[in-house]
């Protein structure tokens, strides 16, 4: 993706591509799109003499008022507008940017569709699959059961620290998109797995190193995003399950069994941490 890019403007891209794949769960097509229409963007942006990071609204508009020239449909522009909206929400997100330079961009009407998720017999069939007698089984279960059983994004489970488990009051802190923090509480089952995870496995993967998240690596740092999709894709294949199930799958299926369960959609948009109901809507 973006190639004849200076390696500056495609390692954002890269990373953007990345964050598709193991957070989003999007498809190899949907991401192939993405880096399509945000390489023609970059292209012209390089001949601009802008990168990434300058970019303003005008840019954008000005990209935009060369594409409608060149005669293209009303649906591939619509298609660029949301992918770099979607491109720059990230970088804002990440806060490599201080504002968003697509927040005065109309956007254009997409149809929605409704997210994949695994009903609760094929969850009930992941968890069996995975053995708490092994120290690195154990993580794992626990990582996923956190980012089914309450919702969390992959980024926010990877990046917990110890402190923001609250064991006594059985809730976490996590910091969501943007830096926004929210209480999320969990069940007894997450907390007897927390518990056996951190007295069993965690000091065991840790040796005598330091380390202030909670679920560490074979190297004593915290677990990456990619690993946790890898690991995944790995029980994933011990089950008869034969959807394509990335780790925003549990929490699209966290969100779908409480709304099923006649939870109010409020709650479920403050349990996920979206700004906007309508994104909570999709389900």
Not at 1 to 27: A, C, D, I, R
Not at 118 to 142: A, P, V
Not at 227 to 250: D, E, F, Q
Request: aromatic content about 10%.
């Amino acid at each position: 993706m973006g190639s004849k890019l200076p390696s500056s403007q495609n390692h954002l891209l890269q990373t953007f591509q990345e964050y598709l794949s193991v957070e989003k769960g999007l498809s190899d097509n949907s991401i192939y799109s993405y880096g399509y229409d945000l390489n023609k963007f970059a292209i012209f942006l390089e001949k601009e003499h802008i990168n990434f990071l300058e970019v303003k609204t005008n840019d954008i508009m000005r990209f935009l008022e060369e594409e409608r020239e060149r005669k293209i449909s009303a649906k591939t522009l619509a298609r660029e507008v949301v992918a770099i909206r979607q491109f720059y929400k990230f970088l804002r997100d990440e806060k490599r940017l201080d504002s968003n330079p697509t927040e005065k961009i109309e956007t254009p009407e997409v149809a929605r569709t409704i997210p994949d998720y695994l009903t609760q017999t094929e969850i009930d069939e992941l968890f069996i699959t995975i053995k708490e007698d092994n120290l690195y089984e154990l993580r794992d279960k626990c990582i996923f059961e956190l980012l089914y059983s309450s919702g969390l994004r992959i980024s926010e489970a990877c990046n917990l620290k110890i402190g923001d488990v609250d064991m006594e009051n059985m809730a976490i802190t996590v910091e969501g998109k943007g830096g926004r923090q929210r209480l999320v509480p969990f069940g007894e089952k997450s907390l007897d797995i927390l518990k056996k995870y951190m007295a069993e496995s965690r000091p065991e993967i840790l040796k005598k190193r330091v380390c202030e998240f909670v679920f560490v690596s074979k190297k004593g740092s915290y677990i990456n995003r990619k690993s946790v999709w890898r690991l995944l894709n790995h029980y994933i294949k011990r089950t008869k399950i034969k959807k394509k199930v990335t780790p925003h799958t549990l929490r699209h299926s966290f969100a779908t069994h409480l709304l099923e369960n006649h939870a109010d959609l409020k709650s479920v948009q403050e349990l996920l941490g979206h700004i906007d109901i309508s994104t909570t809507q999709i389900y």
